[in-house]
């Protein structure tokens, strides 16, 4: 009797092992815990988890080699591995503007303007020339003409001084020309100096202005559109003819310059 129960268990060692575990509780599965180490008894094979086990309970020694994953650990917890090797050569790519950046700029000029879509010159569709510019122009003095043939030597106009300002001229940036000082000395038709390009009118512009002849009087000056000034109307003997305030548009400069006085 005794002999058959040593060869029946020899031949179900195995069976009854594997029966042992299951009723035990205690599943390895590549990990050998110790007792105690398991919070809850009534668990399976292969139904152990983390939050089962006990702060602690699994050490290196008691995990065998290789029976963990890489899901077994926690993210950012695995060292990097070696670098791979590299990898195929992508698609080329197309080809870039063979152009320089002064030659890309220089084609741009070609088409940059009103409408072009790329013009850097406008603001809401304006051109620069709708702007002021920051820029002042300061007063020119004029250059008086020599006297007039046929008229006295000593007719020749002249700044009339007296803390009056020196007869000059300038443009604001709106295009609109604007004289200033006071001159005397002069005789009605001789003109006394005359607008260069791009400060005379588009027409001829005519104006009342003061004279002074020992009471204010008033007198009249016509500036031509060739730039031609020429006083008339005044009061004889004439005194200081004021040209402050005096102010008209300018034509566009056409670079002609206009006579010093008409014969």
């Known amino acids: 009797m005794a002999g058959r129960i040593r060869t029946h268990l020899r031949a179900n060692v195995v069976g009854y092992v594997a029966i042992f575990i299951a009723l035990s509780g205690s599943a390895y599965a590549g990990v050998a815990l110790e007792r105690n180490q398991v919070k809850s008894r009534h668990i399976g094979p292969g139904q152990v988890k983390s939050s089962d ?22 993210a950012g917890s695995l060292p990097a591995g070696p670098q791979g090797p ?41 051109g620069a020339s709708s702007f002021a510019s920051a820029t002042v122009e300061g007063w020119h003095n ?7 043939p046929g008229f006295p030597a000593t007719s020749n106009w002249r700044d009339a001084g007296n803390g009056t300002a020196p007869v000059g001229y300038r443009k604001d940036p709106w295009g609109i020309v604007h ?37 204010p009087w008033v007198g009249t000056i016509d500036i031509r559109p060739t730039g031609e000034l020429v006083p008339w109307g005044l009061v004889s003997p004439i005194g200081a003819v004021s040209l402050d305030g005096v102010s008209f548009p300018a034509a566009p400069a056409d670079g002609a310059t206009g006579p010093c006085w008409s014969t």
Request: charged letters at 20%; hydrophobic letters at 30%.
């Open 53 to 74: 086990l006990k702060d602690n309970a699994v050490t290196s020694p008691k995990v065998a080699d290789g029976s963990l994953l890489e899901a077994d650990f926690a």
């Open 142 to 148: 004029v250059s008086y003409c020599p006297v007039q």
């Open 86 to 126: 590299r990898g195929p050569q992508g698609e080329q790519g197309p080809a870039g503007s063979p152009d320089t950046p002064e030659q890309v700029r220089d084609k741009l000029a070609q088409v940059d303007g009103a409408g072009s879509g790329i013009d850097a010159d406008s603001v809401d569709g304006q």
């Open 179 to 215: 004289l200033r000082g006071s001159m005397s000395g002069g005789t009605e038709s001789n003109s006394p100096f005359s607008l260069p390009d791009g400060y005379q009118p588009t027409h001829t512009v005519r104006l009342v202005v003061p004279e002074t002849n020992g009471a």
